[in-house]
């Protein structure tokens, strides 16, 4: 596209709740009637607007409404957890049009893993029916630590063979589309900002809970990616002092005594869950902590109390982030969300607003994520949808 003004005014329509006319798209981004006139034509012309009625009954012309094309472009987005990966594609205005789920495939062979995703995405768009030539592109949300400038994943947890491995350029290889990487805590930010609703907007941290605990941050509407893409690792603040050593060398991070490899642990260490402590690959933990819950939830106190303390402490570290950056909002999702999200909005709001160093200023919301279980991947497409359509200048790595 290549267009500043033309991803302005996509943009612009974008964030308009039910279109703009021209004239009202001239006054919101300052370019002259001609100007607008010109690309809105251009934007026709590629069907990436569709003209949807006119508005107006008072004296003049009425105007005609300008709306993105849901079908005028389309992106896939992966997300790559170590139990699951999910998959969908995305339209021009952030809905889920396909979407499917596998079990990641195991045995620390980062080349078969690539090859699955490779032919899940092609079944996935026949699937879909859509027109291949408007897909945009291939986002993909993975685990961190990655190398954001080199598209490659760097040793992330319960990714055995993860090693710097070539993810960008492996999936652009076998699919034949661009591919952009970005980290699953941060591509869950950016669906929250396309696709959340009201929980989307202004300043606002993500609390991603998955196979690890990470944080994705958002700004007066703006993701923070940090230096080098790596922003929101929160896996070592400290929340509880005598709690279980972590490999850092404190105690009680959030790493070591509140993600579900550790909660899982505990539990099997007090007699509340059966099997192995240790050395657990990323499905049985899956299955293990949906089996605390599970218990949880059907009264046993033991399994109640240890979800319902780790929901204190995740709270803390919370409430660190939260406080450094003063924001309105904490939005919690993830794959591990769903099973948990009862008992920790119950604990987690007041833990948050007492422990608000500007509580007497303003209140912190505390809100289930507006996208649902998917969030990882419908931010994964976003970042290729964002990519297309946003004016920012961002570091973004669309290989084609
Ligand atoms: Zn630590």
């Not at 389309?74 to 998959?87: C, K, S």
């Not at 090859?115 to 986002?139: H, N, Q």
């Not at 920790?344 to 007497?360: C, E, F, K, M």
Request: proline fraction near 6%; glycine fraction near 12%; charge should be negative.
């Amino acid at each position: 596209m290549g267009d500043f003004n033309l991803t302005v005014i996509l943009d612009a329509i974008r964030r308009s709740t039910g279109g703009l006319s021209r004239v009202e798209l001239a006054q919101i981004v300052g370019l002259s009637p001609q100007t607008i006139s010109n690309i809105s034509r251009r934007l026709l012309d590629q069907q990436l607007i569709v003209e949807a009625g006119k508005e107006g009954n008072g004296p003049g012309k009425p105007r005609t409404i300008l709306q993105l094309n849901p079908a005028g472009q389309y992106a896939i987005g992966v997300h790559l957890d170590p139990a699951v990966t999910t998959f969908v594609v995305l339209d021009l205005i952030g809905d889920v049009v396909q979407h499917a789920r596998i079990t990641t495939p195991g045995g620390g062979n980062p080349s078969a893993v690539i090859a699955t995703i490779a032919s899940t995405i092609e079944a996935l768009i026949a699937d879909s029916g859509v027109d291949r030539s408007r897909i945009a592109g291939v986002g993909v949300a993975a685990p961190g630590p990655i190398d954001l400038d080199q598209g490659t994943v760097v040793n992330p947890p319960l990714l055995p063979g993860w090693d710097r491995v070539d993810l960008r350029d492996a999936l652009r290889d076998a699919t034949g589309y661009p591919v952009l990487v970005d980290k699953d805590v941060t591509s869950a930010a950016v669906a929250e900002t396309w696709a959340g609703g009201p929980s989307g907007s202004g300043s606002f941290i993500f609390m991603y809970m998955g196979t690890g605990i990470g944080c994705g941050l958002v700004l007066n509407d703006e993701v923070i990616r940090g230096t080098s893409g790596n922003a929101g690792e929160i896996g070592h603040i400290m929340v509880d002092p005598d709690g279980p050593p972590c490999d850092c060398g404190q105690r009680g991070c959030v790493k070591s005594s509140c993600i579900p490899q550790a909660l899982v642990a505990e539990a099997t260490q007090a007699g509340i869950l059966e099997g192995p402590v240790d050395a657990l690959g990323a499905a049985d933990i899956q299955d293990s902590f949906a089996r605390l819950c599970q218990l949880a939830d059907d009264g046993n106190v033991h399994a109640a109390t240890i979800l319902d303390r780790s929901a204190v402490l995740v709270a803390r570290a919370a409430s660190v982030v939260a406080n450094a950056l003063d924001v309105e909002r904490v939005v919690f999702g993830g794959p591990f969300w769903a099973q948990i999200s009862d008992r920790y909005l119950a604990i987690i709001p007041d833990a948050i607003n007492g422990a608000s160093a500007a509580a007497v200023i303003h209140n912190v919301e505390v809100v289930s994520s507006g996208v649902g279980e998917d969030v990882g991947a419908v931010g994964a497409a976003c970042l290729v949808l964002e990519h297309t359509l946003a004016p920012r200048a961002q570091r973004l790595l669309l290989e084609t």
